[in-house]
């Protein structure tokens, strides 16, 4: 799980990214301290700032775009945002 903690902006990037969303995300433990550093992610969940997401890495990260790009530049894709976490529930 991550929490969106900003937007990124750029204005040169892969051709598979133009129109894609591309947010910051902070790792979260499961008590919501942070575990490393962020890391850029797609958004497919329209996610904003303070929301916690649940979000994917590695070749995961680029099979939410299978069905509209043959490959997508991505290593990191937000794929859902998370109403309540419960541990040990």
Not at 22 to 43: C, E, F, K, S, Y
Not at 64 to 76: E, Y
Request: hydrophobic fraction near 40%; aromatic fraction near 4%; glycine fraction near 12%.
């Amino acid at each position: 799980m991550g929490r969106v903690i900003g937007n990124v902006w750029a204005t040169q990037k892969d051709a598979s990214l133009h129109g894609r969303r591309m947010l910051l995300v902070q790792p979260i433990r499961a008590d919501g301290g942070d575990a490393g550093p962020p890391t850029t992610a797609l958004d497919t969940c329209d996610a904003g700032p303070g929301d916690t997401v649940l979000y994917v890495t590695s070749s995961e990260a680029a099979l939410p775009f299978h069905a509209t790009h043959d490959l997508t530049a991505t290593d990191a894709t937000i794929v859902g945002v998370v109403d309540e976490p419960r541990v040990g529930a």
